[in-house]
């Protein structure tokens, strides 16, 4: 029996993968291989699926038939929509919302008596899931503002197809490309508390829409997912303030405060994906109101210059920056976190098949803390 306590499993390895890796002193984050900088400028996300689902990038062929499916599985049913829109009048969280409806994509899987070792039938499952995601979120959001939820374009992308269906417009080249990368940034990052949650409950054997739900529960945390909806609010803060933004800083840095997007469990330098964010965040400054932008630049250099953060290991993470983007694409901010999940899912869903190849149930032990032979009072007695 191992004797040592890793509170959190800290540096504990748990398992071997091929999906991702992650280099916290260099900076570096690799999907198989690829560096992200590369995947994120020269791939779309439905290549990264197939990448980690896969093993390997598709060719032209291979891409048409995977999109093709993927295309193939955006409806939702009725039922999932009435409940959104139910979820929606009773003010449900967008992320409680998430959960629900994948738990109910899987009423009409055509594949729910499959074995659960056929890793075939769950990836077919995993792609289900995967397409249906963005649609039920998009419709979740159109019941709020009281509109009808929009039917899944046909010629549309997974990224741009989920902002068509959120406002009703195709997007322009620069906000479908700069949503495309930042679903491919996240959609995997080894083994952080929701994909662990999702092999656990892999490792059993349940189904892959149980895995997936699993995962969103552990995202909804606010340990885990939210950072970037904290960013923005900040953001928020700064603008409605009297001070310059620079002034605004200084005094919250002076009162203590805790900067959001700053610091990371495996990075101790700035975060690759942050860095790519930054230049799709100044781009879209460029085309509209660079507000945002100048904020979180300005945030970045006061504690890099006059604090010195990122020598102590504390960076800018990729939250720093998506909660910008994401607003300046026009996605409420309580969405950020489901959007987050959205990405995920597709890590989420290759881990578990990665796990179940050469599965071994997940099992820990606790160090046992408790009294030992106490004597049982009859009822009557105590």
Known sequence: MVDDLRKGLEGVLVAESELSSIDGDEGRLIYRGYAIEDLARGANYEEVLYLLWHGHLPDEDELEAFTASLDDEQAVSEDVLATMERLADAEERPMAALRTAVS????TEPETDADPADLEATLRMGRRITAKIPT???AFER??????????HPDLGLAANFLYMLTGEEPDDVAAETFDQALILHADHGLNASTFTSMVIGSTMADIYSAVTGGIGALSGPLHGGANQDVMEVLFEIDESDLDHREWIEQAI?????????????????DP???????????????GDDRWYTYTTTIEQYLTEEKGLPEKGIAPNVDFYSGSVYYQLGIPIDMYTPIFAMSRAGGWIAHVLEYQDDNRLIRPRARYTGSENEELVPLEER
Do not use: C, T, W
Request: hydrophobic share 35%.
């Open 273 to 287: 994906r942050a860095r790519i964010l930054q230049e799709r965040s100044e781009e879209l400054a460029e085309n």
């Open 143 to 152: 019941y709020r503002i009281g509109e009808e939820p929009v039917d899944p």
């Open 136 to 138: 039920a979120l998009a």
């Open 254 to 270: 002076e009162e203590g405060r805790r900067i959001p997007g700053f610091g990371h469990r495996v990075y101790n330098v700035k």
């Open 104 to 107: 109910m994509f899987s009423a």
